[in-house]
Structures are given as C-alpha cells and as structure tokens.
C-alpha cells in the first residue's frame, strides 16, 4: 500500500511538473508569437516607409529628368533659331553680294 501511495505521490508530482512545463511552453510560445507580430509590424511599416521614400526619390528624378529635357529642348529650339538667322543672314549678304556685282557689270 505504501508503494501505492509513494506512486500516486510520484505521479501526483510529474503530473503537476509537465502541467508547468506546459503552462511555461505555452506562455514562451505566446510571448514569441507576440513578438514575432510586433517585429512583423514593424517590418511593415519600415517596408512601407522605404517604398514611400522610394516613390518620392523616383518622382523627383522623374521631375529632375523632365525639366531637364525641357531645358535642353529650348537650348536646341534656340541653336536652331540661331542657325536659321546666320543662313538668313548668309543668304542677304550674298543676295547683297549678286546685286552689287550686277550692278558693277551695268
């Protein structure tokens, strides 16, 4: 009878240690799963942060890259207004140059 009762006792205490061992499992796993939501929320925000940075990088170059084909689309409407003046100009000099030398000739 006292082997029966030192058993029960026995079991009694394991019983009670694997329910604490579960108790303590249970609550590690909880606390890991909570701290893996917050790092996956922070995870998140940061990703979200970054593509917003990203977004706004891009814009501004786009923005940038606009203006300055903008610039350099004037810069060439100007050199070819400039040209178009000097091949006027060439042609009225030697329109000037015909005249004069039909002139000399009369």
């Not at 893996?36 to 917003?52: C, R, S, V, Y």
């Not at 084909?69 to 009225?92: C, D, N, P, S, V």
Request: proline share 0%.
């Amino acid at each position: 009878m006292q082997y029966l009762n030192e058993n029960a006792l026995k079991s009694s205490f394991a019983s009670q240690k694997l329910k604490t061992e579960l108790i303590n499992y249970i609550r590690e796993n909880y606390t890991n799963c909570y701290q893996q939501t917050i790092f996956l929320e922070q995870f998140q925000q940061i990703t979200n942060k970054w593509q917003q940075d990203m977004n706004n990088i891009i814009d501004k170059n786009a923005q940038i890259a606009l203006e300055f084909a903008m610039k350099m689309h004037q810069e060439k409407i100007h050199k070819r207004q400039i040209h178009q003046q000097e091949i006027q100009t060439k042609l009225f000099e030697e329109e000037e140059d015909d005249i004069d030398n039909d002139n000399q000739l009369e």
